[in-house]
Antibody, heavy 123, light 109 residues
Framework: QVQLVQSGAEVKKPGASVKVSCKASGYTFTNYYMHWVREAPGQGLEWMGIINPSGGGTSHGKKFQGRVAMTSDTVTSTVYMELSNLRSEDTAVYYC????????????????WGQGTLVTVSS | EVVMTQSPATLSVSPGESATLSCRASQSISGNLAWYQQIPGQAPRLVIYGASTRATGIPARFSGSGSGTEFTLTISNLQSEDFAIYYCHQYNNWPPGGTFGQGTKLEIK
């Protein structure tokens, strides 16, 4: 079955960087883009960016301009999301989710999701 | 950017009854709307896409309707495992990941 398995929880200091991994299995890795979404405590879901695992092309939300980098490794079927210059507001659970194209839409649905990675930013 | 507004923020319903959750888009998104279920401590799960199509493995007691700017998720004969937070999500317009509503918490009355 399609499965996304993320790396474990991280604790970082303000100003540091964090790199979260997401290993895919159960489907052809290069056939689907991958989203990154985060959920801060008490907040809703916030889209961060998307990567094409095949060519490495990315797009991200304006809020993360200059701070987020997404990469992929087709050998291990793994995508990575690195967020730099961390601040306390970045404390959140970070999810990867496979992008499933929908007819007639510019965007995609997200299915399935990884289990989430808690990133805590604290001095 | 399309703003998604969900109501109510919290809905208290007894098991066995039905629940109706609403989602409104700030502009027309045709039928390009999905609903996700999130049980606390777990990842979101796709429930409905295309406004009314159940995702794989989702029971028939879940139904979605609407188009344009007004959408509804109805859950009939509520089971204990249905009590969760539900997010609507438009994927019609930029950004590529679409935009999410703020969520409706469905709790046991």
């Amino acid at each position: 079955q399609v499965q996304l398995v993320q790396s474990g929880a991280e604790v970082k200091k303000p100003g540091a960087s964090v790199k979260v991994s997401c290993k895919a299995s159960g489907y052809t890795f290069t056939n689907y883009y991958m989203h990154w979404v985060r959920e801060a405590p008490g907040q809703g879901l916030e889209w961060m960016g998307i990567i094409n695992p095949s060519g490495g092309g990315t797009s991200h939300g304006k809020k993360f301009q200059g701070r987020v980098a997404m990469t992929s490794d087709t050998v291990t079927s793994t995508v990575y999301m690195e967020l730099s210059n961390l601040r306390s507001e970045d404390t959140a659970v970070y999810y990867c989710a496979r992008a499933v194209p929908m007819p007639g839409a510019k965007g995609t649905t997200l299915d399935p999701w990884g289990q989430g990675t808690l990133v805590t930013v604290s001095s | 950017e399309v703003v998604m507004t969900q109501s109510p923020a919290t809905l208290s319903v007894s098991p066995g009854e039905s629940a109706t959750l609403s989602c409104r888009a700030s502009q027309s998104i045709s039928g390009n709307l999905a609903w996700y279920q999130q049980i606390p401590g777990q990842a979101p799960r796709l429930v409905i896409y295309g406004a009314s199509t159940r995702a794989t493995g989702i029971p028939a007691r879940f139904s979605g309707s609407g188009s344009g700017t007004e959408f509804t998720l109805t859950i009939s004969n509520l089971q204990s495992e249905d009590f969760a937070i539900y997010y609507c999500h438009q994927y019609n317009n930029w950004p590529p990941g679409g935009t999410f509503g703020q969520g409706t918490k469905l709790e046991i009355k």
